[in-house]
Nanobody, 123 residues
Framework: QVQLVESGGGMVQAGGSLGLSCVASGRTLSRYAISWFRQTPGKEHEFVAGINSRGDTRYSDSVTGRFTISRDDAKNTVYLQMNSLKSEDTAIYYC?????????????????WGQGTQVTVSS
């Protein structure tokens, strides 16, 4: 079991930027694929971005070109840099860990989840 804690959320005007961090404890993340999901009221978790142990990344179509995911295994941390934010990006953002060679887009396969951090983008 790995514990994940997200931070960096807040309120920002449309067009602005936020950087999120996901810090892990309990075990190292070097063999895990780590992804960010987001959720709004009444909706399922939406895949945002993922990164595997090799540093290969993948993004949802809605955030490609605006968001960047990265990892620092020495710090047991995964980051999500969000630029050019839109009101549709407003959600609770979660990081999750899966023991897969690549980062799946299906939320159900992830082993551990953080508690989330709120991102609010004002228009």
């Amino acid at each position: 079991q790995v514990q994940l804690v997200e931070s960096g959320g807040g309120m920002v005007q449309a067009g602005g930027s936020l950087g999120l961090s996901c810090v892990a404890s309990g075990r190292t993340l070097s063999r895990y694929a780590i992804s960010w999901f987001r959720q709004t009221p009444g909706k399922e978790h939406e895949f945002v971005a993922g990164i595997n142990s090799r540093g290969d990344t993948r993004y949802s179509d809605s955030v490609t070109g605006r968001f960047t995911i990265s990892r620092d295994d020495a710090k047991n941390t995964v980051y999500l840099q969000m630029n050019s934010l839109k009101s549709e990006d407003t959600a609770i953002y979660y990081c999750a860990a899966a023991r897969f060679p690549n980062a799946p887009r299906v939320a159900g396969v992830y082993e551990d989840w953080g508690q989330g951090t709120q991102v609010t983008v004002s228009s």
